[in-house]
């Protein structure tokens, strides 16, 4: 029987030492299995090797819902099936824990496991003068007035039909798996993980009125902004476009942003179906609250 190869992907910001790493390594030792990681750790334990674009059966992620993020962007090519581990502080992506990855780890080595195709956006950043930028993004994309001092004025529509202004510090768009993430904190809806919806949620909107929107993934969005006081010379006083956290970029009343679905997906391995969906954002809410 061949091995079944697996790529650990580890914060070690997170993974302190790499004791979880070292712990996931050991109990995988002896289940028929070939081992990759990145150089920071496979140049630490001498039965993995240097991750050079093998077939991957399974990838295993370390750290917190940033971490998930950052790798997911990294490796978006290979399309990975991903079962991840927390060690960060809510782990909503994360179906394992130190407590109990070694039986989840079990039933997925044994093929008893499920995945969860999550949608991603395609987001198209259109400049006046340069040529346009495009992005997959796994959680949201988020405008935001940045350094500029102003409210921004928001003007959104929806399959070139549904136009809507608003006056507002910005807005995000999430997909399903980040309705759990900034979306939530503002006060957006929770979507089900593998709902075909994007939310659209305004950000300290000036009219109570502008609240979050569904959409369906196969819509269109266009998003511009109507400021005209923006000085398009003032490098880092304009509005600002981020990507799942990650990319950075400055707009001005000249920019359009235009998101779809993308054709990659999130592929989340779970194990049990009767599982809380989302149990780590409860906690986090629980453990708040008692402070």
Do not use: W
């Amino acid at each position: 029987m061949d091995k079944k190869k697996i790529l650990l992907l580890v914060n070690t910001n997170r993974d302190i030492d790499c004791k979880i790493t070292k712990m996931v390594i050991n109990y995988l030792k002896d289940k028929n299995t070939e081992l990759y990681s990145e150089n920071n750790i496979s140049s630490l334990f001498g039965n993995v090797k240097e991750y050079n674009g093998e077939d991957i059966f399974l990838c295993i992620i370390i750290g917190g819902d940033g971490t998930m993020m950052s790798y997911v962007q990294k490796y978006k090519e290979h399309n990975f099936n991903i079962f991840g581990i927390n060690a960060g502080r809510i782990g909503c992506i994360y179906d394992g824990t130190v407590d109990n990855y070694k039986e989840k780890l079990n039933l997925i080595l044994k093929g008893e496991y499920f995945i969860e195709k999550r949608n991603t956006i395609k987001c198209t950043l259109k400049f006046k003068d340069k040529e346009p930028i495009e992005h997959i993004s796994f959680n949201e994309i988020t405008l935001n007035r940045g350094n500029y001092s102003r409210l921004l004025h928001i003007n959104l529509m929806i399959n070139g039909i549904h136009n809507t202004p608003f006056y507002a510090d910005g807005v995000l768009v999430a997909t399903t798996t980040g309705s759990t993430a900034y979306n939530l904190s503002c006060n957006g809806p929770l979507l089900l993980p593998e709902a075909k919806n994007f939310v659209i949620t305004p950000l300290c909107p000036q009219s109570r009125l502008v609240t979050s929107l569904i959409v369906n993934d196969s819509d269109i969005i266009d998003i511009n902004i109507s400021n005209m006081r923006i000085d398009r010379n003032n490098e880092g006083s304009k509005p600002v476009v981020f990507i799942d956290g990650c990319n950075r970029y400055e707009i001005d009343e000249n920019t359009k942003l235009i998101l779809t679905k993308s054709n990659y997906s999130l592929n989340i391995i779970r194990t049990d179906k009767n599982s809380s969906l989302y149990e780590p954002v409860i906690k986090v809410s629980q453990s708040t609250t008692d402070l």
